[in-house]
């Protein structure tokens, strides 16, 4: 059994990102502000817990038109649009004071 990993398959770490995108009701990328090499992919899996919480929100008669979620490194905002998002994204320095 070979317990050592092979580091020449390494995916190097991509840099945060910093900007805005827009999805529809199903997560489908509208517009964005970030650089197009990011992974429409990864913007996807961003949206859908907002999207999601959106949803339920709304099916539960609530009015919920934003939402705010801060990670250690990476703050990302949120605003219901007609069942879609706009979605705003933050790099978060480790001295810098919370927004």
């Known amino acids: 059994m070979k317990w050592i990993r092979n580091t020449n398959t390494a ?3 991509r840099p945060l990102p910093a900007g805005s995108f827009t999805v529809d009701r199903n997560g489908h990328l509208l517009a964005s ?3 197009s090499e990011f992974p ?3 913007l996807r899996e961003i949206a859908q817990p ?3 919480t ?3 929100a709304r099916e539960a008669g609530l009015e ?3 939402l705010m979620a801060c990670y250690r490194g990476l703050k990302i905002t949120a605003r219901e649009l007609r069942g ?3 979605i705003f994204v933050f ?3 480790p001295f810098a004071t919370p927004t």
């Open 33 to 35: 502000t970030l650089p």
């Open 11 to 13: 995916t190097p770490l």
């Open 54 to 56: 959106f949803r339920e």
């Open 50 to 52: 907002f999207l999601t």
């Open 64 to 66: 919920l038109t934003d």
């Open 40 to 42: 429409v992919s990864l």
């Open 84 to 86: 879609g998002a706009l």
């Open 91 to 93: 790099p978060q320095t």
